[in-house]
Nanobody, 122 residues
Framework: QVQLVESGGGLVQAGGSLRLSCAAS????????MAWFRQAPGKEREFVGG????????SYADSVKGRFTISRDYAKNTVFLQMNSLEPEDTAVYYC???????????????WGQGTQVTVSS
């Protein structure tokens, strides 16, 4: 069983930065691929980016590539999403998710956090 708790959301002006954190419980964190999704009002939940269980491979949605960076700290059982050059279109609830070993871009993940709101003003 894995429990995920996101933090770091908030209100920021366009062009600004935020760093989201996702703290995972459980002793098997290192065997899970981790991903970030987001969901804006009236829209489907979409893949933002993910990082493999080893940390060696990170993948991103085209809409955030070059602006967002995912990393993970195994000692702290935490995954991060560094968001730079934020745009109003990035406004959404951001969710952390976990599944065994490999990242997929669908919502086929075993565990989800409760979400954290990110609002980017123009």
């Amino acid at each position: 069983q894995v429990q995920l708790v996101e933090s770091g959301g908030g209100l920021v002006q366009a062009g600004g930065s935020l760093r989201l954190s996702c703290a995972a419980s459980g002793r098997t964190f290192s065997s899970y691929a981790m991903a970030w999704f987001r969901q804006a009002p009236g829209k489907e939940r979409e893949f933002v980016g993910g990082i493999s269980w080893s940390g060696a491979i990170a993948s991103y949605a085209d809409s955030v590539k070059g602006r967002f960076t995912i990393s993970r700290d195994y000692a702290k059982n935490t995954v991060f999403l560094q968001m730079n050059s934020l745009e109003p279109e990035d406004t959404a609830v951001y969710y952390c998710a976990a599944r065994k070993y490999v990242v997929v871009v669908t919502t086929n993940y075993d565990y989800w956090g409760q979400g954290t709101q990110v609002t980017v003003s123009s």
